[in-house]
C-alpha cells in the first residue's frame, strides 16, 4: 500500500516539475476559494458596508492572483466571475451565491450588488450569471443558485418577509437574466456535475 502512494505521489510530483501551468492551476483554484470565504465572511457586515467590502476583494484577489490591473473594470469583474462561478465555494462546498441566502445577504448581494454596481446596460447588457452549480446535500445533486432559491421558497424555514424577498429576487432573475435550473443547463454545461 505504501508503494502505492509513493507512485501517486512521484506521478504528482512529476506533474509539478514538469508542467509548471499544472501547479498554477491549482494554486488558482485555491485562491478562488479563498476568495469565495473571504465574500462569504462580509455577509456578516449586513449594511451599507458589505458591498464596498466585496467589491475591493474582488478586486483585490483578481489583481493579486489572477494579474488584472489594480481597478479592474465592470466588464473584467463581470466575465471573471462567471467564468469562474462554479469554483467559488464556501461553507461545505456551496457556491458563495447560495451561502448569501443561507445568511440572508441576499437583498446586498443580489440587488445592490449585481444589479446596480456590477452591471452594463449598455450596448449590450453583462450581468453576474447566477447560474452557478453546486454538488449539495448528503447525495450531492447539482443545483444551480435558482435550484437553490426554490428550495428555501417551498421549505417555508425563513420569515415571509425574506421568502418574498427571494422569490422576488428569483422572478427577477430568471425573467431578465437567464436564470436556468440545473435541468435547465445545456448538457455540456450539466457535464461536469454528473457521475
Known amino acids: 500500500m505504501r508503494n502505492h502512494y509513493r507512485i501517486i505521489s512521484a506521478l504528482l510530483l512529476s506533474l509539478f516539475l514538469?508542467?509548471?501551468?499544472?501547479?498554477?492551476?491549482?494554486?488558482?483554484?485555491?485562491?478562488?476559494?479563498?476568495?469565495?470565504?473571504?465574500?462569504?465572511?462580509?455577509?456578516?457586515?449586513?449594511?451599507?458596508n458589505m458591498?464596498?467590502?466585496?467589491?475591493?476583494?474582488?478586486n483585490y484577489f483578481m489583481h493579486n492572483y489572477f494579474d488584472?490591473?489594480?481597478?479592474?473594470?465592470?466588464?473584467?469583474?463581470i466575465g471573471f466571475l462567471n467564468k469562474h462561478k462554479n469554483q467559488m465555494t464556501c461553507e461545505g462546498g456551496k457556491n458563495y451565491m447560495m451561502v448569501a441566502l443561507d445568511?440572508?445577504?441576499?437583498?446586498?448581494?443580489?440587488r445592490a450588488l449585481?444589479?446596480?454596481?456590477?452591471?452594463i446596460l449598455e450596448p449590450t447588457m453583462q450581468h453576474v450569471d447566477i447560474n452557478a452549480v453546486s454538488l449539495i446535500g448528503k447525495s450531492k445533486a447539482p443545483m444551480t443558485v435558482l435550484d437553490y432559491m426554490?428550495?428555501?421558497i417551498k421549505s417555508k424555514n425563513k420569515e415571509p418577509d425574506t421568502l418574498q424577498q427571494i422569490e422576488d429576487i428569483r422572478d427577477m432573475y430568471v425573467e431578465s437574466f437567464n436564470a436556468k435550473k440545473f435541468s435547465e443547463l445545456s448538457k455540456?454545461?450539466?457535464a461536469p456535475f454528473l457521475k
Open 51 to 58: 458591498v464596498p467590502a466585496i467589491k475591493k476583494s474582488i
Open 188 to 190: 455540456k454545461e450539466q
Open 114 to 119: 449585481f444589479t446596480k454596481e456590477i452591471i
Open 103 to 110: 445568511r440572508e445577504s441576499h437583498m446586498s448581494l443580489f
Open 68 to 77: 488584472y490591473v489594480s481597478s479592474p473594470s465592470k466588464a473584467d469583474i
Open 150 to 152: 426554490d428550495d428555501i
Open 18 to 48: 514538469l508542467n509548471p501551468s499544472f501547479a498554477g492551476e491549482i494554486s488558482k483554484i485555491k485562491q478562488l476559494k479563498n476568495l469565495a470565504d473571504e465574500i462569504c465572511g462580509h455577509y456578516v457586515d449586513q449594511g451599507s
